[in-house]
């Protein structure tokens, strides 16, 4: 099953760290297609929020010369949202805490978004 | 001048480092405060696409519950643009290549960060 895959490497990825507190995969065009968030984040917030994010990067990338997109980080006070392609047509979103080291954490996200685009 | 001290530091910053290609100061409103681009980068461009990102990046973090935004970051294949604010009513972006260390960019560009928070 397409789902249970997606849902394993998402339990997987949150497993590496601690740090790691949420991780979606999600259609560009904002639907969910699997999750493993905690119950005070509505998995179609994230869907709509992360799809914004990366057609506003894509486009960011577009206008500024940076190639295509590969990879948005937002960062706040409380943490981490990092927003990735996983294949061509979906994405990963990854919530981390503040205290995250942001090389692990960029590495398991590319790593988990490569094999969510083989299943996708 | 002001507007001669946000020149000198977005020099300085473009200084510290080959990787760095581009830097501008932007109203958290769009409009160009102080840049040092190259001749291809349309400022006004810039500072539209700056500050819809860091917008969008403002309500994401909310939403998601990332506490009150830093940082903006989008990576394309030629290279990342790193948004972030420079005091409550103004933003610095800066345009980096694909072979930047994002860590001494980090450092340098929240340092001249607070140094614009300080004169704008």
Redesign the interface.
């Known amino acids: 099953m397409r789902e249970d895959m997606l849902d394993s490497i998402l339990r997987d990825l949150n497993g590496t760290s601690a740090d790691i507190e949420a991780s979606a995969v999600i259609s560009t065009d904002g639907l969910m297609m699997a999750a493993q968030l905690p119950q005070?984040?509505d998995p179609d917030?994230?869907g709509a929020?992360?799809a914004?994010?990366l057609s506003?990067?894509d486009?960011?990338?577009q206008?500024?010369?940076?190639?295509?997109?590969?990879?948005?980080?937002?960062?706040?006070?409380?943490?981490?949202?990092l927003m990735t392609y996983a294949g061509v047509e979906s994405v990963l979103a990854v919530?981390a805490k503040?205290t995250a080291k942001?090389g692990l954490i960029f590495l398991d996200v590319k790593r988990a978004a490569e094999s969510i685009g083989k299943v996708v």
């Open positions: 005070n984040l917030r994230v929020m992360a914004a994010m506003l990067g486009r960011t990338a206008e500024l010369a940076r190639g295509s997109l590969e990879q948005v980080l937002v960062k706040g006070g409380d943490g981490y949202v919530l503040t942001l």
